[in-house]
């Protein structure tokens, strides 16, 4: 998965978080684990907060933390929570408006991109945070 993916930032985040889960973390904190801008960090996570699936304190004794356990927030939760499509079903053409073989063509391959996405989603919540998390990192030591 690409690192600089919001998805992969986020699961990367949860995988972390889940070994330690008491531990608050700040934006600055993951971003300089992570690599990025901690302006992005707090777009990826506040859609987590969004959804329900972290918590953020602010001020001098805050940070971001799980708002439930690890082992029920699945690999879906965080791909549907950040909206962002791995399988792009497009926008109908405007040439598709006029010529009826393009009208339909687009249409079955949007239908079977929905198809795609539909078991995407499925296989992803088949597994959930603590599943991926390993027992430390050798990176960082967590």
């Known amino acids: 998965m690409k690192r600089n993916s919001r998805l992969s930032l986020a699961l990367h985040t949860l995988s972390h978080m889940a070994g330690d889960p008491e531990r608050k973390r700040t934006s600055a904190d993951i971003a300089e684990h992570a690599g990025t801008n901690p302006v992005v960090v707090r777009r990826v996570l ?11 304190v602010k001020g001098h004794a805050g940070g971001w933390s799980l708002a439930k356990p690890a082992n029920s927030i699945t690999l879906a939760d965080v791909y549907l929570a950040l909206d962002e499509r791995l399988v792009s079903g497009g926008e109908q053409d405007a040439e598709a408006m006029y010529c009826s073989i393009e009208r339909d063509l687009q249409t079955r391959v949007a239908d079977v991109l929905g198809e795609i996405e539909e078991n995407l ?9 603590t599943d991926v998390h390993p027992k430390s990192c050798s990176y960082c030591g967590s």
């Open 46 to 56: 506040g859609k987590l907060r969004e959804a329900g699936l972290l918590a953020s």
């Open 121 to 129: 989603v499925q296989r992803l919540s088949e597994t959930s945070i």
